[in-house]
């Protein structure tokens, strides 16, 4: 049974939200949240919990949260989202050759005006155009094919909307005051489990899903780099 008054949620005055959760979630109704006549696209992303991390079998996981600072801290991340710049174009495999998706144009990715008068440069201004955001981070117990996470953004176009959930995704994962507990089968007795505490994406052998990747995770928003 949920408990812990159940769900926690927040909202920005743009009328995104984020939700966290005891009580299970409903990707489906949070996209549906979503949709509006003006969007052409309403791009969900979806977590599920799997029985096998880096190559040991998973028998329980549990989400832990300090659910004031998290939900600061996602109030945070939907405001930041709706700044980003609009992302760069796309070039797929095979399809180089294409026209911009939506009939909306990609932006420059020159360097900044300079003003022929002043010498100073000016930066573009421009933000992606999103409607609605909406997270959702499951608390409790997550057994396998349960989801713990579900992000779903509408926007008039396409690549935003996808580049806005990837972002959010990341940063989730990255800045929220959320942590798994995980459980798993002892490799050397059957009748004991060893347990891992971490941020979603880590595990024992460092991050990522496979065993022993520990220094590629996500390739899309790599870490910054830290000067020496």
């Not at 005006?113 to 010498?119: A, R």
């Not at 971490?198 to 790599?222: C, I, L, V």
Request: charged share 25%; net charge negative.
């Amino acid at each position: 049974m949920a408990a812990e008054q159940d769900v926690h949620a927040i909202e920005t005055e743009d009328g995104d939200s984020a939700v966290l959760s005891y009580a299970s979630l409903d990707p489906a109704a949070i996209e549906a949240s979503c949709r509006s006549t003006k969007d052409g696209a309403v791009v969900s992303f979806v977590g599920y919990t799997r029985d096998e991390f880096q190559g040991r079998t998973v028998t329980r996981l549990t989400y832990e949260s300090y659910v004031p600072l998290a939900l600061r801290t996602l109030q945070q991340i939907l405001v930041e989202a709706r700044a980003l710049p609009p992302p760069p174009p796309t070039v797929f495999p095979g399809l180089e050759d294409q026209r911009p998706c939506c009939g909306h144009a990609a932006p420059s990715q020159g360097p900044p005006h300079q003003h022929e008068h002043t010498g100073v440069q000016e930066k573009s201004t421009a933000v992606v155009e999103v409607s609605r955001i909406r997270i959702a981070h499951l608390l409790g117990e997550s057994p396998p094919l349960t989801p713990s996470i579900c992000i779903s953004v509408a926007s008039p176009h396409r690549r935003e909307a996808f580049y806005v959930c990837e972002w959010v995704l990341e940063a989730v994962k990255r800045k929220a005051q959320v942590w798994k507990r995980e459980w798993y089968a002892s490799e050397t007795t059957k009748d004991k489990e060893e347990s891992f505490v971490g941020r979603d994406g880590e595990g024992p052998d460092g991050r990522g899903g496979r065993a022993h990747q520990d220094s590629k995770w996500k390739e899309n928003f790599p870490p910054p780099a830290t000067s020496a």
